[in-house]
Structures are given as structure tokens and as C-alpha cells.
T-cell receptor, first 114, second 115 residues
Framework: AQSVTQPDIHITVSEGASLELRCNYS??????LFWYVQSPGQGLQLLLK??????LVQGIKGFEAEFKRSQSSFNLRKPSVHWSDAAEYFC????????????FGRGTSLIVHP | DAGVIQSPRHEVTEMGQEVTLRCKPI?????LFWYRQTMMRGLELLIY????????DSGMPEDRFSAKMPNASFSTLKIQPSEPRDSAVYFC?????????????FGDGTRLSIL
């Protein structure tokens, strides 16, 4: 079975600074990978996904993530953080070939200082 | 296109009462999921349906919890009797499987408080 680890519970950055949120997964083959964002009082919203092909994927709100097979990682990045990016971020992994059942990490809470 | 719709958004009730949470998935989606989110345990999958049929309910914590999906556009999660430890945010999500696979879309959740 697949698993996912988000090693950082909280990340604090200044507005305008760059951001990288870490995600490591465990799966025997190349999985499907996702990043979701959860703003206060709302459900999870998909930021981006990786199924295959180009290992650098672009998402909404200026986010991107890079799949690195050798490191079993799928880190989320943004070059310049805005105060509105403060939220909870979840990485998820799913068995490729269509299990349709993702496994979610525990989440990373992003705090943005003005 | 309307997203996943959950009701109510907030529910406060006394322990021992029956609680019913409702979900309308995105039209055309054939998978429906119920999750529970707490600070202590994070996001937990309770049960999921495929084409209205429950596939895996191993995440349902106790017999007090039950879920139904009588048709493709409606699902309920019921707790009877409710207990204070059931307090959490409950999310419904839906997705499209098959060759047109789409990742999960989440509703805004029901914040449940059991007094």
C-alpha cells in the first residue's frame, strides 16, 4: 500500500518570499501524485496533479511541483508567496492505473508574515 | 458546473441525538467518499461508494456510523447515537473513474459539534 509523508507540520514565510513544501511518498511504481489546498472553513481544492510525462507540473495560483523518482518526492513550490496563500496544504498519492483512492498526508500549515 | 454540495454546514446537537449529514456529488461522478477531519487524526477516509454501491467501509469507526447512497445524486452519513468524540469536520468528495479519470472534488464540509 502507498503512503505519503509531509515532514513539516508548519512552515512560516514572509510575503514575497519563495516557498517549498516537502512531500515524500512510498509506492512500488510511479504513482499518481496530487497537491491540495484547504483554506479555513473550506474543503480541499486541487492545486495540481502528476500522472506521467513532464516531471515539472504547473498548477493553479502560481504553484508548481516537481516529481523526482530517485528521491520519491513531489515537492510543491511557489516563487513568491502572497498573504492569501496562508492555508493547509495536503500531498496525496494514489496507485497508478486507477485505484481512485488517494492516501493523504497529514498536511502542512503555511503561515505568511506581512 | 456546481461542485459537491454538503448540508448542513454546521450542526450542533446534544449527545445521544441522531445526526444526518447530506451530500450531493458532482453530476456524472461515479465515486463518492466520506472523510472525517480532526486535529488529532487528520483526514480519515470513512467509506466510499462506486456507482452507488459501498465498496469499503473499513474506516467507519463504529456501528453507530452508517452511510447510504440511494441514487447517484445523493448520499447520507448518519450517526446514531452521537457522542462528543464524534465532533469533527466531515467532508464529502466525488470523483470520476475510468479512462476519463478526474481527481477528487471536495465539498466545503459539515462542522459537527456534539455537546
Amino acid at each position: 500500500a502507498q503512503s505519503v509523508t509531509q515532514p513539516d507540520i508548519h512552515i512560516t514565510v514572509s510575503e514575497g518570499a519563495s516557498l517549498e513544501l516537502r512531500c515524500n511518498y512510498s509506492y512500488g511504481a510511479t504513482p499518481y501524485l496530487f497537491w491540495y489546498v484547504q483554506s479555513p472553513g473550506q474543503g480541499l481544492q486541487l492545486l495540481l496533479k502528476y500522472f506521467s510525462g513532464d516531471t515539472l507540473v504547473q498548477g493553479i495560483k502560481g504553484f508548481e511541483a516537481e516529481f523526482k523518482r530517485s528521491q520519491s518526492s513531489f515537492n510543491l513550490r511557489k516563487p513568491s508567496v502572497h498573504w492569501s496563500d496562508a492555508a493547509e496544504y495536503f500531498c496525496a498519492v494514489e496507485a497508478s492505473g486507477g485505484s481512485y483512492i488517494p492516501t493523504f498526508g497529514r498536511g502542512t500549515s503555511l503561515i505568511v508574515h506581512p | 458546473d456546481a461542485g459537491v454540495i454538503q448540508s448542513p454546514r454546521h450542526e450542533v446537537t446534544e449527545m445521544g441525538q441522531e445526526v444526518t449529514l447530506r451530500c450531493k456529488p458532482i453530476s456524472g461522478h461515479d465515486y463518492l467518499f466520506w472523510y472525517r477531519q480532526t486535529m488529532m487524526r487528520g483526514l480519515e477516509l470513512l467509506i466510499y461508494f462506486n456507482n452507488n454501491v459501498p465498496i469499503d467501509d473499513s474506516g467507519m469507526p463504529e456501528d453507530r456510523f452508517s452511510a447510504k447512497m440511494p441514487n447517484a445524486s445523493f448520499s447520507t452519513l448518519k450517526i446514531q447515537p452521537s457522542e462528543p468524540r464524534d465532533s469533527a469536520v466531515y467532508f464529502c468528495a466525488s470523483s470520476l473513474g475510468g479512462p476519463s479519470y478526474q481527481p477528487q472534488h471536495f465539498g466545503d464540509g459539515t462542522r459537527l459539534s456534539i455537546l
